[in-house]
């Protein structure tokens, strides 16, 4: 199996409080700002917490030891050193729907509870597929190189994530709060050429009309 970090890692246990989210509120984590192999502890403080053995890493282009590429986010990830040791609390609860970006090596679900420390009601679950090499595109220097959006709705109101079974073998960013779909969408490799089709239209169209305007109107 491929893993997330291309260096031994090593870090001492720490809690990671993370950004607040009130319910009905839409509220994106993606990292950027810590530093790599580093506990992403109260960087978002006070209302969400990390469990213990939760890093951000950063892309190694970007002078990091991630071996990953096409991040939504500008250069920095999260992921998890112990499967067991894996579990998001949101201490004031979320509800509506939850997303993340991920690029994995390794088939995992994510669960989603109505409890703390992932106990209580099960209230939704995500699949994450090993992907991170398919279709890639873009950045090519990184073996986690497909970041796929991904995301549930659920009824009721969460308070915990677990991400167990992707210890160092998953890749998240962009973790969303209150949306199936996750902030900061990045296109897919196949929608460029779509997009660049799109804006050499609307360029035409620009250019055309400045052209009839340029009859009537003259510019400094």
């Given at each position: 199996m491929r893993y997330i970090n291309s260096l031994a890692v090593s870090t001492a246990a720490a809690l990671?409080?993370?950004?607040?989210?009130?319910?009905?509120?839409?509220?994106v984590l993606d990292f950027e700002g810590i530093g790599d192999q580093q506990p992403v502890g109260d960087f978002y403080a006070p209302d969400f917490v990390?469990?213990?053995?939760?890093?951000?890493?950063?892309?190694?282009?970007?002078?990091?030891?991630?071996n990953f590429a096409n991040e939504p986010s500008a250069s920095t990830v999260?992921?998890?050193?112990?499967?067991?040791?894996?579990v998001l609390n949101a201490?004031?609860?979320f509800d509506t729907g939850f997303s993340f970006f991920y690029s994995s090596s390794t088939a995992a679900t994510v669960n989603i509870?109505?409890?703390?420390?992932?106990?209580?009601?099960?209230?939704?679950?995500i699949n994450l597929a090993a992907q991170n090499t398919v279709n890639c595109g873009g950045d090519p220097t990184g073996t986690f190189c497909n970041f796929t959006?991904?995301?549930?709705?659920?009824?009721?109101?969460?308070?915990?994530i677990d991400f167990?079974?992707?210890?160092?073998?998953?890749?998240?960013?962009?973790?969303?709060?209150?949306?199936?779909?996750?902030?900061?969408?990045?296109?897919?490799?196949?929608?460029?050429?779509?997009?660049i089709l799109g804006f050499a239209l609307v360029g035409g169209a620009l250019r055309s009309k400045r052209l009839n305007r340029m009859t009537t109107i003259r510019y400094s």
């Amino acid at each position: 199996m491929r893993y997330i970090n291309s260096l031994a890692v090593s870090t001492a246990a720490a809690l990671a409080v993370i950004a607040p989210a009130t319910a009905n509120a839409v509220t994106v984590l993606d990292f950027e700002g810590i530093g790599d192999q580093q506990p992403v502890g109260d960087f978002y403080a006070p209302d969400f917490v990390f469990s213990p053995d939760t890093l951000a890493i950063i892309d190694q282009d970007a002078g990091g030891t991630g071996n990953f590429a096409n991040e939504p986010s500008a250069s920095t990830v999260m992921f998890f050193l112990n499967s067991n040791n894996a579990v998001l609390n949101a201490l004031n609860g979320f509800d509506t729907g939850f997303s993340f970006f991920y690029s994995s090596s390794t088939a995992a679900t994510v669960n989603i509870w109505s409890g703390l420390n992932a106990t209580g009601t099960l209230l939704g679950s995500i699949n994450l597929a090993a992907q991170n090499t398919v279709n890639c595109g873009g950045d090519p220097t990184g073996t986690f190189c497909n970041f796929t959006n991904i995301g549930t709705t659920f009824e009721g109101t969460a308070f915990s994530i677990d991400f167990g079974g992707t210890a160092n073998q998953t890749a998240y960013d962009n973790i969303t709060f209150g949306s199936a779909t996750a902030g900061g969408a990045v296109p897919e490799p196949a929608t460029w050429a779509l997009f660049i089709l799109g804006f050499a239209l609307v360029g035409g169209a620009l250019r055309s009309k400045r052209l009839n305007r340029m009859t009537t109107i003259r510019y400094s």
